[in-house]
């Protein structure tokens, strides 16, 4: 399996505090990625890196951001958790093929 | 808006059937197209398909791509209850100008294989 590892991988929350959670890999892929998995969506792009400090939106980026300070470190920021980010989040790194996903992240806004 | 929609949304078989999951899209300068199994847990790679005919395969699991027609397919042959499983497929534009492939997923085939 690819070095890729997600960390907390499960967290509960409360509305409007900030969240961050960590994508980690050992691989030196170029491109990371961040998913949200929600029942009847499928997978959807939040945000995505080609490098370091270079970071665009994907789909359903608005209420989240990110930063990529090392090549190995890809973090999601939710800077006021609400109820509808309630989600399974993935992140993904991928160099010149198919992406490779870490275990998840299990997170819960109460 | 580029798209990948699959079909069925869901599917109940029995031990020793043979599935057929079916993955569709409309994507701007397409590459190739990814299949992906997902237990409870992240997804796990299964093909990549780049060229419009060629088959590929994985002990019972097989996949084509007809590139003039839009879609895929992926069989699963003499199905097991280890099969169960949401199955994913994601199309893969041409590089985008700042290099990064943006995958495109569909939202999947539960597949429920019954003993």
């Known amino acids: 399996d690819a070095g890729i590892t997600q960390s907390p991988r499960h967290k509960v929350t409360e509305t409007g505090t900030p969240v961050t959670l960590r994508c980690h890999q050992t691989?030196?892929?170029?491109?990371m990625y961040w998913y949200r998995q929600d029942p009847g969506h499928g997978l959807r792009l939040i945000h995505y890196?080609?490098?370091?400090?270079?970071?665009d939106k994907g789909e359903v980026s608005d209420g989240y951001s990110v930063s990529r300070s090392k090549t190995e470190d890809f973090l999601l920021t939710l800077e006021s958790a609400t109820s509808s980010q309630t989600s399974v989040y993935f992140c993904a790194i991928s160099d010149t093929g198919f992406p490779y996903f870490g275990p998840g992240t299990r997170l819960t806004v109460t | 808006e580029d798209k990948v929609v699959q079909s069925p949304l869901s599917l109940v078989v029995h031990e020793g059937d043979t599935v057929t999951l079916n993955c569709s899209y409309e994507v701007t300068n397409f590459r190739s197209l990814l299949w992906y199994k997902q237990e409870k847990k992240a997804p796990t790679f299964l093909f990549m398909l780049?060229?419009?005919?060629i088959e590929k395969k994985s002990g019972r699991l097989s996949s084509i791509l007809d590139k003039k027609e839009l879609f895929s397919i992926l069989n699963i042959t003499a199905t097991q209850t280890g099969d169960s499983a949401v199955y994913l497929c994601?199309?893969?534009?041409?590089?985008?100008?700042?290099?990064?492939?943006?995958?495109?997923f569909g939202t999947g085939t539960r597949l429920k294989v019954l003993a």
């Open positions: 780049t060229s419009s005919g």
């Open positions: 691989e030196n892929h170029r491109y």
């Open positions: 994601a199309a893969i534009p041409l590089l985008s100008t700042s290099g990064t492939y943006k995958y495109i």
């Open positions: 890196s080609y490098g370091v400090k270079d970071t």
